[in-house]
């Protein structure tokens, strides 16, 4: 019989001391995964943004208004994931990697083009992709840009911040002169926060890669065009400080980040705010493939059925709900081209695959509060026998809450369509997972599992008779 103690015992959890800027911040670095970027970039983006802020003089609410469009700029960055790969042939993660240094000078962009579409595809394949770039390029600019700030600012609204953030996020892309997407909104019309949040990023991204020098030459390069010129005269100012370029290199800006948000602004998260906040990340992590979609919120409602039947209280079941709705969080950090493949993935491309629960892991864990869910995203593909990933653990080492997760994820993975196969009967689901009881899920969790759905089954059956 397996062994069903838990690794580590439960103790209530204190939520009262999470500040919203800390929570956001953490979770942030997930986004930073989806764009391809090196950790920490929406973080030093709020850096850098928070300062020309403050060279601007903005008042406190400005400030906090713009503190958290910088970090949440990159909210809908899943959404045209997908899309990218299906359009360029291309990995999505290196393609927004790179093309967060292109301006829009043509020489440039057509380099982009060749030197990124269909490098691994067939020549026919790679022709007709890039003849369609060139085609209709503008409008496929649009499109992707559009998806995401769109996304952005709607999840920034179900994230309960106000209308100036949503729009801040909703018009990142827009240039100065006009020329930006989606919208083409010139010079003072796009909004102030938008401004600020497009100069921030792109100085983090030349400032990673090239250093100072190269950073400042960027945005001078861009003024007028790209950037406000009044935006810009403040980054001079604030670039002059030694300091500012010291922390923004150093490994504590994310502790420097946190102080700079207003003191008379600063947020608590409440137990139903960290309800709403789970729901919206588990939203970007499933928008990543449209094999994915609603992956997560069915997760957390089957283990919260489990858990359930199991007994748990429902204080517990609260908590196990957000764990599951956050367990793949780290598949922003793998590439459409081998989340969406249809076919058998290589050595390599597994290897990637496998990684997903390592990042959701290390993303969870820079929340002090969330280290139990780090624990189920990073343990959820380990097995009782000790033949999963990524760690090998075996049943004495996996906890009971990762263990219901587990035989959760792998429900509706075999019942929801994949990119190989069509979604199966839920009859067949089972014999397939009844066949794994003991090795890889655990007895317990998996009769829990049926006899949940045996009871909605009934619940069906009464309401139809």
Same mark, same amino acid.
């Given at each position: 019989?397996?062994?069903?103690?838990?690794?580590?015992?439960?103790?209530?959890?204190? !939520?009262?001391?999470?500040?919203?800027?800390?929570?956001?911040?953490?979770?942030?670095?997930?986004?930073?995964?989806?764009?391809?970027?090196?950790?920490?970039?929406?973080?030093?983006?709020?850096?850098?943004?928070?300062?020309?802020?403050?060279?601007?003089?903005?008042?406190?609410?400005?400030?906090?208004?713009?503190?958290?469009?910088?970090?949440? #700029? +990159?909210?809908?960055?899943?959404?045209?994931?997908?899309?990218?790969?299906?359009?360029?042939?291309?990995?999505?993660?290196?393609?927004?990697?790179?093309? #967060?240094? *292109?301006? +829009?000078?043509?020489?440039?962009?057509?380099?982009?083009?060749?030197?990124?579409?269909?490098?691994?595809?067939?020549?026919?394949?790679?022709?007709?992709?890039?003849?369609?770039?060139?085609?209709?390029? &503008?409008?496929?600019?649009?499109?992707?840009?559009?998806?995401?700030?769109?996304?952005?600012?709607?999840?920034?609204?179900?994230? !309960?911040?106000?209308?100036?953030?949503?729009?801040?996020?909703?018009?990142?892309?827009?240039?100065?002169?006009?020329?930006?997407?989606?919208?083409?909104?010139?010079?003072?019309?796009?909004?102030?926060?938008?401004?600020?949040?497009?100069?921030?990023?792109?100085?983090?991204?030349?400032?990673?890669?090239?250093?100072?020098?190269? $950073?400042?030459?960027?945005?001078?390069?861009?003024?007028?065009?790209?950037?406000?010129? !009044?935006?810009?005269?403040?980054?001079?100012?604030?670039?002059? +400080?030694?300091?500012?370029?010291?922390?923004?290199?150093?490994?504590?800006?994310?502790?420097? *980040?946190?102080?700079?948000?207003?003191?008379?602004?600063?947020?608590?998260?409440?137990?139903?705010?960290?309800?709403?906040?789970?729901? $919206?990340? $588990?939203?970007?992590?499933?928008? #990543?493939?449209?094999?994915?979609?609603? !992956?997560?919120?069915?997760?957390?409602?089957?283990?919260?059925?489990?858990?359930?039947?199991?007994?748990?209280?429902?204080?517990?079941?609260?908590?196990?709900?957000?764990?599951?709705?956050?367990?793949?969080?780290? @598949?922003?950090?793998?590439?459409?081209?081998?989340?969406? @493949?249809?076919? @058998?993935?290589?050595?390599?491309?597994?290897?990637?695959?496998?990684?997903?629960?390592?990042?959701?892991?290390?993303?969870?864990?820079?929340?002090?509060?969330?280290?139990?869910?780090?624990?189920?995203?990073?343990?959820?593909?380990?097995?009782?026998? &000790? #033949?999963?990933?990524?760690?090998?653990?075996?049943?004495?080492?996996?906890?009971?809450?990762?263990?219901?997760?587990?035989?959760?994820?792998?429900?509706?993975?075999?019942?929801?369509?994949?990119?190989?196969?069509?979604?199966?009967?839920?009859?067949?689901?089972?014999?397939?997972?009844?066949?794994?009881? &003991?090795?890889?899920?655990?007895?317990?969790?998996?009769?829990?599992?049926?006899?949940?759905?045996?009871?909605?089954?009934?619940?069906?059956?009464? @309401?139809?008779?």
């Amino acid at each position: 019989m397996t062994q069903l103690k838990t690794a580590t015992p439960w103790t209530s959890i204190d !939520h009262e001391n999470i500040r919203l800027s800390e929570l956001l911040g953490a979770l942030s670095h997930a986004l930073d995964l989806t764009e391809g970027q090196p950790a920490g970039h929406c973080v030093r983006s709020c850096w850098i943004g928070i300062h020309v802020g403050r060279a601007m003089g903005l008042p406190d609410l400005q400030l906090w208004e713009l503190y958290y469009t910088i970090l949440l #700029k +990159d909210l809908g960055c899943s959404t045209n994931a997908a899309r990218i790969c299906q359009l360029y042939l291309a990995d999505d993660l290196s393609f927004k990697h790179d093309y #967060k240094t *292109v301006s +829009d000078r043509l020489p440039q962009v057509l380099g982009f083009v060749f030197s990124h579409t269909g490098l691994k595809a067939g020549l026919a394949d790679r022709f007709r992709a890039i003849l369609n770039i060139m085609q209709n390029g &503008g409008e496929i600019a649009r499109e992707l840009i559009e998806t995401r700030c769109q996304r952005g600012a709607e999840i920034a609204r179900q994230l !309960h911040f106000p209308k100036a953030v949503c729009d801040g996020i909703l018009s990142l892309d827009e240039h100065w002169n006009g020329l930006g997407k989606p919208n083409q909104i010139a010079g003072p019309a796009i909004p102030l926060y938008s401004r600020i949040a497009l100069l921030s990023q792109i100085v983090d991204v030349f400032h990673r890669s090239a250093g100072r020098e190269a $950073a400042l030459t960027e945005v001078r390069s861009r003024l007028g065009t790209w950037f406000d010129p !009044h935006v810009v005269a403040c980054f001079e100012q604030v670039a002059e +400080d030694e300091r500012f370029w010291e922390v923004l290199a150093s490994e504590t800006v994310e502790t420097e *980040v946190f102080a700079l948000e207003p003191a008379r602004r600063q947020i608590l998260v409440d137990e139903d705010y960290l309800d709403d906040i789970a729901r $919206a990340f $588990a939203q970007i992590i499933d928008s #990543k493939s449209p094999f994915t979609s609603g !992956h997560s919120e069915r997760v957390a409602v089957y283990s919260d059925l489990i858990a359930e039947q199991m007994g748990f209280p429902v204080e517990r079941r609260r908590w196990l709900k957000r764990a599951a709705l956050l367990h793949d969080i780290g @598949k922003l950090g793998v590439s459409n081209s081998i989340l969406d @493949k249809n076919g @058998k993935l290589d050595e390599a491309e597994w290897v990637a695959m496998r990684n997903h629960a390592t990042l959701s892991e290390n993303i969870l864990s820079r929340i002090e509060a969330f280290a139990e869910m780090a624990r189920i995203g990073g343990g959820h593909h380990e097995r009782l026998d &000790g #033949k999963g990933y990524p760690k090998g653990l075996d049943a004495t080492q996996i906890a009971v809450e990762t263990r219901i997760v587990s035989v959760a994820d792998v429900f509706d993975a075999l019942t929801a369509n994949r990119p190989y196969r069509d979604a199966m009967p839920i009859p067949k689901a089972l014999g397939i997972m009844r066949g794994e009881v &003991g090795t890889s899920f655990d007895p317990d969790c998996f009769a829990a599992l049926e006899r949940s759905l045996d009871a909605l089954n009934t619940v069906a059956e009464l @309401k139809a008779a």
